[in-house]
T-cell receptor
C-alpha cells in the first residue's frame, strides 16, 4: 500500500522569504512519480511541480523546487521569494505503477504581507 | 478551451433528491477520475475509468453511480442524497497509456450542498 504524509497542517511565511513544505511517502515500488499541487481559495487544483523517481536531479519550476531524497522517501517543496498569490493549500501526491494517485492531507500556507 | 470541465459549479439540493454532475475532458486522455474533497480538504478517490471501463471503485455507497459514455466523458449520478454527501467533487483526467508521468488534470470542482 502507498501512503503520503504531510506533517505540517498549517504554515506561514513572510512575503519575499523562503518556505519549505514537507512530504514523506511510503511505497514498495521502485518506479513512481511525485507531484505537488496547489489549491488556492478559488479551489482549482493546479500542478506546481513533478518529479520522476528514477531521476536524481531535483525538479525546478521558477520559484518552486523540490528536495527529493529517494532513500529517505522524502519529497519537500521549497518556495522562494514567496508571493501573496502563493497563499493556498498544497498537496503532495504519488502516482504508482498501477496509475493510482495518492494524496497527502495537505498543508495550508499563508503568505503574510 | 478548458481542458477538464465539469458542471454545475455549485449544486444545492434537498435530502432525498437525485442529482448528476457532468465532466468532459478535451485532452485526449484515456483515464478519468472522480474525487471527493471533504470539509477538511482531504481528497479521496471514488472512481476511475480507463477507456470507458471501470478500473477503480473505492468503498463508495452504491447511491453513487458513474457513467462513461466515451473516454472523454465521465458523469456522476447520485441517488437519494444525504447530508454527508455535502462536499466538493472533482473530476480529473490523466494519460495512462504511453506517457507514464502524466499528472492529474483537474476540473474546477462542483460544490454540492445537501440541506
Amino acid at each position: 500500500a502507498q501512503t503520503v504524509t504531510q506533517s505540517q497542517p498549517e504554515m506561514s511565511v513572510q512575503e519575499a522569504e523562503t518556505v519549505t513544505l514537507s512530504c514523506t511517502y511510503d511505497t514498495s515500488e521502485s518506479n513512481y512519480y511525485l507531484f505537488w499541487y496547489k489549491q488556492p481559495p478559488s479551489r482549482q487544483m493546479i500542478l506546481v511541480i513533478r518529479q520522476e523517481a528514477y531521476k536524481q536531479q531535483n525538479a525546478t519550476e521558477n520559484r518552486f523546487s523540490v528536495n527529493f531524497q529517494k532513500a529517505a522517501k522524502s519529497f519537500s517543496l521549497k518556495i522562494s521569494d514567496s508571493q501573496l498569490g502563493d497563499t493556498a493549500m498544497y498537496f503532495c501526491a504519488l502516482r504508482n505503477t498501477g496509475n493510482q494517485f495518492y494524496f497527502g492531507t495537505g498543508t495550508s500556507l499563508t503568505v503574510i504581507p | 478551451d478548458t481542458a477538464v470541465s465539469q458542471t454545475p459549479k455549485y449544486l444545492v439540493t434537498q435530502m432525498g433528491n437525485d442529482k448528476s454532475i457532468k465532466c468532459e475532458q478535451n485532452l485526449g486522455h484515456d483515464t478519468m477520475y472522480w474525487y471527493k474533497q471533504d470539509s477538511k480538504k482531504f481528497l479521496k478517490i471514488m472512481f476511475s475509468y480507463n477507456n470507458k471501463e471501470l478500473i477503480i471503485n473505492e468503498t463508495v455507497p452504491n447511491r453513487f453511480s458513474p457513467k462513461s459514455p466515451d473516454k472523454a466523458h465521465l458523469n456522476l449520478h447520485i441517488n437519494s442524497l444525504e447530508l454527508g454527501d455535502s462536499a466538493v467533487y472533482f473530476c480529473a483526467s490523466s494519460q495512462v497509456g504511453g506517457s507514464y508521468n502524466s499528472p492529474l488534470h483537474f476540473g474546477n470542482g462542483t460544490r454540492l450542498t445537501v440541506t
